[in-house]
């Protein structure tokens, strides 16, 4: 079979669940990608030590797209078969090394297919003009609709920054996205229909100082823009692509520790080459999660919860709900296993599973029928529809998260609505953003370090009721209480980045290249 074949058919496998022949295809997986990698003759090595691109005298450079200026050398080989946003799923086969060796691949291709443009250089004297002390943040996005930070946007400081948005896909039109797209000061323009260097030479010519790009190596990304460098500073946020962006052309990764399972000591102490925690960005290091979300400004109003009841999803009122709200994707057979355990400790309980492909219904019957888990205690629904689904999560007892891919959005939305998350400490940045999102709640005891762990804490909150309702009114206070918890407080969570994004500019007004950057409270 070949390669490109074989990783379809796992992906397809593995978002129905199918399992049955899962170990020989990670096998296979694994191989397929170490052969890919070891044979394609790229060396990428230059980004394990490399500095940020900078001048002799230490200043920022003029690009000229011509030459699409980089010490990295392109990349014109064939891409490996499998893309970086699938290999988060695949965390047990796919190393955080081997994730990084992936990404740079797939971001030296993005630069080269821009090395035959004729343009004319960009340069960014203009950004330094003094006429307008605010710094211009851009944002970059195909999915403005649909991030979570979005309406944070325009409560950016005005007296301190002007922020432009820049949309990769049309405008949804939705009433939702049109009143945040009004209220961004320098509107929202739809760059969809232009070529990466019509739309750098937008951003460029429009006097951005500081660019995030917010969707990584994801559907209808397009970081030949990026590549092209319109703005002297660019970065990347975890929360658009849970892990390193491979590019010489991003400067900073936007995280906290947990996520990059960092010590108090560890971020500028040296790394193994090619490592720095197996990110090739310098970090801009937020002191709660990274993860900056406006459910405090979006989901205010949570009376009409009560309307909502277990029989509109056929789930049985008297019984105790363990709940996945995830992609099917991320539901391996071991986690499937630890929640069938679960179920078997846990009397008079069910396994919610929700918006899951028809499909993937049948494996896994025939997984838990494996494990003599009756049938009427799987139970499947489909996600409620548009912004309703937030509270779906409160008509569970308990969420379980997934240990090869964390859930973002429905930990969050769980946690927001006072519902616990068990989660699982990993290795990577993926498998770590929902004990981010836990300890920014105020709940670090939700996060566990094993899989017996997990199942512990899952059957002790379902057996112990004080300790379970202690954790449910802890997470209603940090929702609704005179202190809120870090994770919803959207005002003071915007202020920090606020002062990340004043510290890396202000490195790079003295010349100074990137640096890793702590945001101290």
């Not at 992906?11 to 394609?40: F, G, H, P, V, Y």
């Not at 973002?408 to 006072?418: H, N, P, R």
């Amino acid at each position: 079979m070949l390669p490109q074949a074989h990783v379809g058919l796992a992906r397809a496998k593995c978002s129905i669940c199918d399992w049955t022949t899962r170990d020989m295809e990670l096998r296979c997986l694994s191989a397929i990608l170490e052969a890919q990698l070891a044979s394609d003759e790229y060396d990428d090595s230059i980004l394990d030590a490399m500095p940020a691109v900078t001048h002799d005298d230490g200043s920022l450079p003029e690009m000229t797209v011509g030459a699409c200026q980089s010490n990295l050398p392109a990349f014109y080989g064939r891409l490996p078969c499998i893309q970086p946003v699938d290999a988060m799923s695949f965390a047990t086969v796919v190393s955080p090394r081997d994730m990084q060796r992936l990404t740079r691949r797939f971001a030296a291709r993005a630069r080269a297919s821009l090395c035959l443009l004729v343009l004319d250089p960009f340069n960014y004297r203009h950004l330094r003009s003094t006429e307008d002390k605010r710094i211009k943040i851009g944002y970059l996005c195909a999915n403005f609709g649909e991030l979570a930070m979005m309406p944070l946007l325009q409560f950016h400081n005005r007296s301190r920054f002007f922020v432009i948005c820049y949309s990769l896909t049309p405008s949804t039109g939705t009433k939702w996205c049109t009143r945040f797209e009004s209220s961004i000061e320098g509107g929202i323009k739809d760059l969809s229909l232009l070529s990466s260097s019509d739309a750098a030479r937008i951003i460029n010519s429009d006097g951005v100082q500081i660019l995030f790009g917010l969707d990584g190596h994801t559907a209808n990304s397009n970081n030949g823009i990026l590549a092209l460098r319109p703005a002297p500073i660019q970065a990347g946020f975890v929360l658009g692509f849970c892990a390193t962006w491979g590019a010489d052309y991003i400067d900073y990764l936007v995280a906290d520790r947990i996520v990059l399972g960092l010590s108090s000591q560890q971020i500028d102490a040296p790394h193994d080459p090619g490592t720095q925690l197996n990110i090739d960005e310098r970090v801009l290091l937020l002191p709660n999660s990274c993860i900056l979300n406006a459910h405090a400004l979006v989901h205010t109003d949570l009376r009409w919860k009560s309307n909502l009841n277990r029989k509109n999803f056929d789930l049985p009122d008297d019984a105790w709900v363990f709940a996945y709200l995830g992609s099917s994707s991320k539901i391996d057979p071991i986690i499937f296993g630890v929640w069938m355990s679960i179920l078997k400790r846990v009397p008079n309980s069910v396994l919610w599973l929700c918006n899951l492909p028809e499909p993937a219904i049948p494996h896994l019957m025939n997984e838990a029928c494996d494990y003599q888990i009756e049938e009427k205690r799987i139970c499947f629904s489909q996600r409620a529809p548009g912004h309703k689904s937030i509270h779906q999560s409160v008509l569970a007892d308990l969420i379980l998260d997934t240990p090869c891919c964390n859930m973002l959005e429905s930990t969050i939305d769980a946690l927001w609505t006072g519902t616990p998350v068990v989660t699982f400490l990993g290795s990577t940045i993926a498998t770590r953003i929902s004990a981010s999102l836990c300890n920014a709640a105020n709940c670090p005891e939700l996060i566990t370090e094993s899989l017996e762990d997990y199942e512990h804490l899952a059957v002790e909150l379902a057996v112990d009721g004080d300790k379970y309702f202690s954790l449910r009114q802890r997470l209603e206070e940090s929702r609704t209480g005179t202190w809120q918890a870090p994770l919803f407080n959207f005002k003071e969570n915007l202020a920090h980045f606020e002062v990340g994004c004043e510290a890396i500019w202000a490195r790079a007004l003295l010349h100074k290249p990137p640096a890793n950057t702590t945001v101290v409270v």
